[in-house]
């Protein structure tokens, strides 16, 4: 309920069916462990323009994270970490 009136509050959408697509296209791509298409998919995400904010960034880091680990790029990985700030306005990503 807290992260719901957060939302409602704001008046944001934290999503676009185009950037939802590209988000959720990743993670099935990781679900049958095609690393390089997740990695692809929260690329493109991340840099769908309507949907430029703190949770977007959290989540699609944090897939960006897990699949660099996978394909061996670990500096790599290490990097999407090292460029997410500390003081977040989170709305409902906190797990990440």
Avoid: C
Wanted: aromatic share 12%.
């Amino acid at each position: 309920y807290h992260e719901l009136s957060q939302h409602q509050l704001r008046h944001q959408y934290l999503g676009s069916y185009r950037s939802n697509v590209h988000y959720y296209l990743g993670q099935t791509s990781w679900a049958i462990g095609d690393y390089q298409a997740t990695l692809d998919g929260m690329t493109r995400a991340a840099e769908e323009p309507l949907v430029q904010h703190d949770d977007r960034r959290v989540a699609t880091g944090f897939w960006q994270y897990l699949a660099l680990r996978k394909l061996g790029r670990h500096d790599e990985a290490a990097a999407v970490v090292n460029e997410i700030p500390e003081g977040l306005e989170l709305v409902e990503n906190f797990d990440y």
